[in-house]
């Protein structure tokens, strides 16, 4: 047996024996620096008993692959202390996520703030009484009967397959079913926080019982701790949808329906300048803008495939003349028949149709949230159809387009994903063409290769039609987000019986490139208005400038500045009103106004205006003209500020 140490000694051991039991032996300190280990791809515990020729790796405290050991077991402290206070409760599932942990309960009333405050009192006590998690093994038999009236443990239980290892784990009085891993024992972390308390579907089924789920966080340090809490606190305040309230940028109806945002003028204003943004981008790469109804037969997405993927997620037909009609919940298959409308050769591709095509979907309404999961969402779409030799360079075009994008709004921080299928999926998830998903597969991974493109693989999360890269981005808080795709199509163009006449005169059938770099504007602005907090770069700013005479007597100068900012392309405001200037400053810097152009007498006396910035420096004074001369400039160049 070798266990290796990080950063340490190796330790070899001849015969089996517990994990723990060895690492005592040699040197018991090791409980303390490191939290369980590496065995494979799988993580153990310190009580797995390890084989002869077994070859493990201790994880350190400062992995992040402790981080979700350490929070699985503080959702187990969870449950043990609900139930220490709500002994009816039913426990359903409790995993550990990214940056803390939840666990789902079944109890009579909902969960109150005062709640959480006791939970958290009585989990702390449980920490303190630093019980040992004892990992036990049991029969399917066994496991019923332990798990006896316990209504989600027991379908939990029925989906297992038979022959898996099903184990228990305890800790003082508290047991349950799980397949560990665990930290030693429930007094190793004691840096932890409940969050908040919210209703989720059992399995994620709206048809199901609303349980409660508790979110909690837990890190090794204090420090650490501080820190996220800290993050989270900026993060309420960044909120897209309290800074979009602020702002007036969007708002919800319920009589219009729960997911159908309705845009504000302000609102309208970025949107506008996205499309702006994307239509000249994607004019100087060679896309073609092309438009598409909102509604199509079934018959369409029957061809296409989605029908039978994606059904759950579209909204039900409506019927007219016989003839079933489907909300469109995407645009390629109406592309398709665009492509298809023209004769195509070889000399014409690649070819490039882009759309801002509003899309439905019916997302849960236990999902719906913000901006972030709608069910009207306006697409960054284009779908780009080449030949095999033109793939690479097109799809790493693709990709080039979103770094250029992550420039221009300052986005460091992200990660292409690349989604491959799983052959146990194949004519079920999956297209059944292995042939073909290992050839694109390798085609994609080619090019990212070639183009320098950092990129992670990831197993069963392709589209049914071929694989695809999801783009997740970071916010300036360090909130993720998944907003834009690039995915490869070698199915659906021969069901749609696309062809193109190649130099030889024979007729092919073209690869498409779905994309969208931008993603939906929905859950695009979502991200920037968090990743701005609302102070976004003045060329997207929905109003760039406000003019505010500072009394009655200089409005009409006010209003000729205005006539000047407006005539120069500058969204501008005057802001005459009877309040002190002060209130009005305050006014425009609430909403993020760039820049306050301020004119008094002297301003009037000499055609200037004093400028001040939202955030709150003053510049020097400047006559009008050259005060909208810089501003001018500064949207033309895209500028912050």
């Not at 495939?305 to 003349?321: C, D, I, K, N």
């Not at 080039?400 to 004519?427: D, K, Q, V």
């Amino acid at each position: 047996m070798l266990i290796k140490v990080p950063e340490g000694q190796d330790i070899e051991y001849a015969g089996e024996g517990a994990l723990k039991e060895i690492l005592v032996a040699r040197d018991k300190a090791l409980l303390k620096q490191f939290i369980a280990a590496r065995q494979g791809d799988e993580q153990v515990d310190f009580h797995t008993t390890l084989s002869a020729d077994a070859e493990v790796e201790l994880i350190a405290w400062d992995d992040p692959e402790a981080a979700w050991i350490y929070r699985h077991s503080m959702s187990h402290v969870l449950a043990q202390a609900v139930l220490r206070l709500f002994p009816d409760a039913q426990l359903a599932i409790g995993p550990a996520i990214d940056d803390g942990f939840y666990y789902d309960f079944d109890v009579a009333a909902p969960f109150t703030p005062e709640d959480l405050k006791n939970i958290e009192k009585e989990m702390k006590r449980v920490v303190k009484q630093n019980h040992k998690f004892e990992r036990i093994d049991v029969s399917r038999e066994e496991a019923g009967e332990k798990i006896a009236g316990a209504v989600y443990k027991q379908e939990i239980l029925a989906d297992l397959e038979d022959g898996q290892t099903l184990s228990f784990y305890q800790d003082g009085e508290f047991v349950d079913l799980c397949r560990g891993p665990h930290m030693l024992g429930t007094g190793q972390v004691k840096h932890f926080k409940l969050l908040s308390v919210a209703g989720a579907y059992w399995r994620g089924d709206e048809s199901r019982k609303m349980l409660q789920r508790i979110y909690g966080t837990a890190f090794a340090t204090r420090e650490a701790l501080d820190e996220h809490l800290a993050m989270l606190e900026e993060a309420k305040k960044r909120d897209h949808r309290t800074v979009g309230r602020q702002l007036e940028l969007f708002t919800f109806d319920d009589e219009v329906g729960p997911g159908l945002p309705l845009w504000l003028p302000k609102g309208a204003v970025l949107i506008d300048e996205l499309e702006a943004l994307a239509k000249k981008t994607e004019t100087e790469a060679g896309y073609q803008r092309v438009r598409t109804p909102h509604i199509c037969k079934e018959s369409m997405y029957l061809r296409s495939g989605h029908l039978p993927y994606y059904a759950e997620s579209m909204f039900p037909p409506m019927e007219m003349e016989g003839i079933k009609y489907y909300l469109k919940p995407m645009n390629c298959p109406h592309h398709h028949k665009i492509f298809a409308a023209s004769s195509r050769s070889y000399r014409d591709l690649p070819v490039r149709l882009a759309e801002y095509g509003t899309c439905y979907r019916y997302e849960q309404s236990g999902e719906l949230f913000g901006l972030m999961r709608v069910r009207s969402l306006q697409m960054n779409d284009a779908h780009i159809y080449c030949s095999l030799d033109q793939f690479e360079e097109e799809f790493l075009a693709v990709c080039h387009m979103y770094l250029h994008y992550f420039e221009l709004f300052g986005i460091e921080n992200y990660l292409m994903r690349f989604s491959t299928h799983a052959a146990e999926g194949l004519g079920k998830k999956y297209v059944d063409d292995p042939e073909k998903w290992k050839l694109t597969e390798d085609m994609v991974r080619g090019a990212m290769e070639k183009g320098g493109i950092n990129y992670e693989e990831v197993a069963d999360e392709a589209a049914f039609y071929g694989p695809k890269i999801d783009v997740e981005i970071w916010s300036a808080i360090g909130r993720q987000f998944t907003v834009a795709t690039n995915q490869v199509d070698f199915a659906v163009p021969g069901r749609f019986g696309l062809v193109y006449t190649n130099a030889e005169g024979v007729e092919e059938t073209p690869i498409c490139i779905h994309r969208a770099p931008l993603g939906t504007h929905e859950r695009f602005i979502g991200f920037l208005i968090e990743h701005y907090a609302g102070n976004f770069p003045v060329w997207l700013a929905p109003v760039q400038a406000v003019v505010l005479p500072i009394a009655e007597r200089h409005a009409d100068y006010g209003a000729q500045v205005q006539q000047q900012l407006l005539a120069a392309g500058i969204r501008a405001e005057l802001d005459a009103a009877s309040e002190t200037l002060n209130k009005r400053i305050r006014q425009a810097q609430k909403q993020k106004v760039p820049y306050m152009l301020i004119a008094g007498d002297r301003e009037v006396e000499e055609s200037q205006v004093s400028i001040r910035l939202r955030s709150g420096e003053n510049l020097d004074p400047q006559a009008a003209n050259d005060a909208v001369a810089m501003i001018a400039a500064r949207i033309a160049d895209k500028s912050a500020i």
